[in-house]
């Protein structure tokens, strides 16, 4: 009977985020073909919607821990990706932000045409150098105007205790830039999990690491830094078989 209420819940959740983008998108893109500042400032807003929602209607809620360790100007924030969750809730903590993201997405209905129109670093990966060249001049762009770089290393979300498999990306952007690196770990994917449907109701931890500095350093070690964080903060956040998928 549990798991059918929590079935229920997170099908209201998912109308939930139907309707809030059918009517928010539009205005996300429409402000932001005039303004960044006014398109983010919904697309933010989108988000909360989302992320409140999920935890009035399937009791999700969230701690963050490390704000402290944010520095006053942006830089590239290396995070884990276990969920849909952290997309949303990253950006509310990063702010204004963009992300570096595959640009197969770009042809997703209203969401496609806003990660467009607020120019997010789109990427073909099948580039190979090409795509490591433009993203790192776009990521140098975006942080001269003041904006946040969002980078998942392991490109796609992982499920819960998945070996990880971090990509060289968001190393060479600082690098090349070249900029310091944020490590952010969370363990979003115990209650939202990467393929279930149900919500599980508890507390997200989003624990924000120490500025990792790139000066110096290759490549290889800036992501050998940032990984060695971020699975050492997993290991101390992550509870395995929290729920029974």
Not at 111 to 127: E, N, P, Q
Not at 164 to 174: L, S, T, V
């Amino acid at each position: 009977m549990y798991r059918l209420w929590l079935v229920a819940r997170s099908a209201v959740f998912w109308i939930w985020q139907i309707l809030s983008t059918l009517i928010l998108g539009g205005p996300v893109i429409l402000a932001g073909l005039v303004s960044f500042r006014a398109g983010y400032a919904l697309a933010v807003f989108w988000n909360r919607c989302n992320v409140w929602g999920l935890r009035i209607i399937c009791g999700v809620t969230w701690k963050v821990e490390g704000r402290e360790n944010i520095p006053d100007t942006p830089c590239v924030v290396l995070a884990k990706h276990q969920s849909t969750w952290e997309t949303y809730f990253l950006p509310m903590v990063f702010y204004p932000s963009v992300y570096v993201a595959k640009r197969s997405l770009l042809w997703i209905p209203i969401f496609g045409w806003a990660l467009y129109v607020l120019k997010f670093i789109m990427i073909d990966r099948t580039s190979g150098r090409s795509a490591i060249h433009q993203m790192c001049e776009q990521a140098a762009n975006r942080l001269s105007l003041g904006r946040w770089i969002i980078v998942f290393p392991e490109g796609t979300r992982k499920p819960v205790g998945a070996a990880p498999y971090y990509r060289i990306g968001g190393a060479m952007i600082a690098h090349k830039v070249p900029a310091d690196v944020l490590p952010v770990a969370l363990n979003a994917g115990e209650f939202w999990p990467r393929l279930g449907f149900i919500k599980w109701p508890g507390e997200i931890t989003v624990s924000i690491g120490p500025v990792i500095s790139s000066e110096g350093k290759t490549p290889a070690q800036i992501l050998a830094e940032t990984e060695h964080w971020i699975e050492g903060r997993m290991a101390g956040i992550t509870v395995p078989d929290r729920f029974p998928y």
